[in-house]
């Protein structure tokens, strides 16, 4: 059987730079050697509150920046994670069988809570729901970025958890990380993780900025205090924006070591910038052809759902049964 990949983007604020590089672009890269489902989380999304008109436009958004980015729909199912009902159903299955001490341990949690007035009880389950995600296709791969890996963790954890209770019911799924752009940084503070929520306007590159705008934001970015490129003392400002040109480019190391070293900062930062743009812009313009034509995105997520429900049924099904949970005999 092909093995199957899954992951997801949450539709809060503007997908950036760090989203592209260390998730989307390595799905485009992947999805035809796997049976691939990619899926927007709104449920994910509504853990920290959401002004209800912005969300509605958010998930359209992110949708048609998954087609732009060049996710073939023809192969790959597209979804919003609420138009199939396992996702928060399997979710609470799996709520049962995992204990509060996993979910306290998670540094996601303990940031994000931190920023919060009053912090929902979603915020917490928060990776329970994203386990049901993965384990409702019983995917083999799930490709993310670096941050992700002790959420991931904890759905290997609560699938064996399950598993020895229960009996083998569910799929180990795997980490897959992209070799460049994992960890993308925040251009203003390379300190921290480029992140949709961070307000900062030289913070990040969202993937729909225009040609002034990036080149305003890399040009400001921050480095440190050698003359040039050194790979041997470069601080992590200088190695972020190395890796962010790498990671668009695929160059080698070899060929970043033998363009780059000794390169004045602000040449770098040109250059940057204009292998930024150029990356994006042809995406820019796809998304705008796709936006036009509300109908076609409609189309691609209602199939995108309608295909993969099948699957999170059964699973659903299987789940109850091995529960012992009341599944109807007749
Ligand atoms: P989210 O929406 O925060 O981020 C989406 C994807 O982008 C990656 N990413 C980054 N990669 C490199 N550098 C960065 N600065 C950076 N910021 C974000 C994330 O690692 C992620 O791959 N919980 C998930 C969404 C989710 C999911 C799932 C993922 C829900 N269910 C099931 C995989 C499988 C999240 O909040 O991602």
Known sequence: MTPRVLSGIQPSGNLHIGNYLGALANWVRIQHD???IFCIV???????????????????????????????PKHSRIMVQSTVS??????????CVTPMGWLDRMTQFKAKSAAQESVGDGLFQYPVLMAADILLYQANIVPVGEDQMQHLELARDIAQRFNSLYGDTFVMPATKLPLVGARVMGLDD????????????????????????????????TTDSNPGVDFETMGSGVANLLAIFQAFSEWTNDQMQAHFAGMRYGDLKKQ????????????????????????????VLRDGADAVRPTADATVRLVKERMGIYTPTA
């Open 190 to 221: 390379p300190s921290t993780k480029m992140s949709k929520s961070a307000l900062g306007a030289g913070h990040a590159v969202a993937m729909l900025d225009d040609p002034t705008r990036i080149r305003k934001t890399i040009m400001k970015a």
């Open 272 to 299: 940057v910038a204009e292998m930024t743009i150029s990356k994006l812009e042809p995406i820019q313009k796809r998304y705008a052809e796709i936006v036009a034509d509300p109908g076609y995105l409609e189309g």
């Open 42 to 72: 709104d449920l994910h999304a509504i853990t920290v509150y959401q002004k209800p008109d912005e969300l509605r436009a958010k998930i359209r958004e992110i949708a048609a920046l998954f087609l732009a980015a060049g996710i073939d």
């Open 34 to 36: 796997y049976e691939s």
């Open 86 to 95: 396992g996702h928060a159903e399997l979710a609470w299955l799996l709520t």
